[in-house]
């Protein structure tokens, strides 16, 4: 999976269409905001796609989805 298909899978995944642009410099805090199951639909998704895992308080260390890729670890992404 690459970046951009990362991103449009958390746009699907949230139902953020329309609500919020997702790309590397999208805050963290404006998709964690827009669901209160963001957190757990994020971790879920990320260790059942890219086989890493995250926890919720892991969220505290991001400002945007570039760090949380970069979290994840470019080999992850193509």
Not at 1 to 17: G, P, Q, R, V, W
Not at 47 to 55: A, H, Q, V
Request: glycine share 2%; hydrophobic share 45%.
């Amino acid at each position: 999976m690459n970046k951009e298909a990362f991103y449009s899978e958390i746009s699907d995944l949230l139902e953020l269409d329309g609500e919020l642009e997702t790309k590397d410099s999208t805050l963290i805090e404006d998709v964690l905001e827009i669901d209160s199951l963001a957190h757990i639909t994020l971790i879920s998704f990320i260790k059942d796609e890219l086989s890493f895992d995250l926890k919720a308080e892991d969220f505290s260390k991001f400002n945007t989805l570039l760090d949380m890729v970069n979290a994840i670890g470019a080999s992850k992404f193509d």
